[in-house]
């Protein structure tokens, strides 16, 4: 339970706001009279705890619908924790009233803190393979094939029967197969790739996955419109919800720039590059409205250092971007 602080020496900015988190939590669920006396009483005892719950409630007033896409974007993830929170619920109608806010309280700061910095635990629980946000990696698969994972990815593997098989479940990684005689077979999002040896890399992003070919050559399927692409050297496809898309002529150095730490894009949605950008930092960004998520740039960004690369879009776009305690950064118009 939270007490009030009313005569404590002044404390860490961070401090505050998380006590605000909590406390907006917990104001805007079922708060007892005791809990208003309490929050009151918090609220009151410095002018820092005003400004902290003010900045809070302002930015979830702003967030409630990039809040619903993100939890629908990431059903499977967060079904483990509701089932959790359901079963918490159910034991709840057995105790009584104080440890059932207490629980409640619980719940929601747990849930908020997992979706806040571990988004992805349940996911990486059926990963075979998984690199941390800032850190890219190099994995040997059990026949010898050498994947580099972006940082913030995450894969399985399947090596038994008559295929190869891998699926790719977040980030990019890019594959260098060794020739066996089976297919190596690569699935991701709504499609898959198919090879015996070559060298290739696929990237997961938001509803589009994007495959690009470096040597040897790729069958490139769609699971939504049953197309079938055969992409040769410095080509790449992308392919979604909307089917396969155009075989279209790539650079390279552009397209795996991620495996040297750079980030080269033309043309591209500013929510897509956000996207990338955020799996090397901690903490999560949201974009608010559609039109500015889907506007185009084009750039060069480091993502070694993915601080520099926000504030280097911001100058190029315009955007708002605020954050709190350094670990939620919202950008709006």
Not at 121 to 139: I, K, P, S, Y
């Amino acid at each position: 339970m939270i007490s009030s602080q009313d005569s404590q020496p002044p404390r860490p900015p961070e401090r505050v706001e998380q006590e605000a988190i909590a406390w907006f939590t917990r104001m805007n669920g079922e708060p007892s009279a005791g809990d208003h006396e309490n929050f009151n009483r918090w609220r009151n005892a410095d002018p820092a705890h005003e400004r902290a719950y003010r900045d809070v409630s302002a930015t979830w007033a702003s967030t409630d619908a990039p809040g619903e896409r993100v939890a629908a974007e990431e059903a499977d993830t967060l079904s483990g924790y509701l089932d959790a929170i359901g079963r918490n619920r159910h034991r709840r109608r057995k105790l009584n009233g104080q440890i059932a806010t207490f629980t409640t309280l619980l719940a929601l700061v747990l849930g908020f803190t997992i979706w806040l910095e571990h988004p992805d635990v349940l996911q990486n629980l059926a990963a075979d393979h998984v690199t941390e946000r800032g850190q890219r990696g190099t994995v040997m698969l059990a026949d010898g094939t050498v994947v580099m994972l972006d940082a913030g990815s995450a894969l399985t593997e399947q090596m038994d029967g008559d295929a190869r098989r891998v699926r790719l479940l977040r980030g990019a990684a890019y594959f260098d197969v060794v020739p066996t005689g089976r297919p190596f077979i690569v699935e991701a999002g709504q499609g898959e790739t198919r090879v015996t040896g070559t060298a290739f890399s696929v990237e997961l992003r938001d509803d589009d996955t994007v495959v690009t070919l470096a040597r040897g050559s790729v069958g490139v399927s769609s699971h939504t419109d049953h197309r079938k692409a055969m992409l040769e050297p410095k080509q790449s496809v992308s392919y979604g919800s909307a089917g396969l898309g155009p075989i279209r002529q790539v650079s390279l150095d552009d397209a795996l720039a991620w495996r040297d730490g750079r980030l080269i894009f033309e043309n591209a949605r500013l929510e897509d590059i956000v996207s990338q950008i955020g799996r090397y930092r901690s903490g999560r960004i949201i974009i608010l409205g559609s039109g500015l998520a889907g506007h185009r740039v084009s750039g060069n960004l480091p993502l070694d250092d993915p601080d520099a690369a926000l504030a280097s879009l911001q100058a190029t776009v315009g955007f708002r971007m605020n954050g709190i305690g350094g670990r939620l950064t919202i950008i709006g118009p």
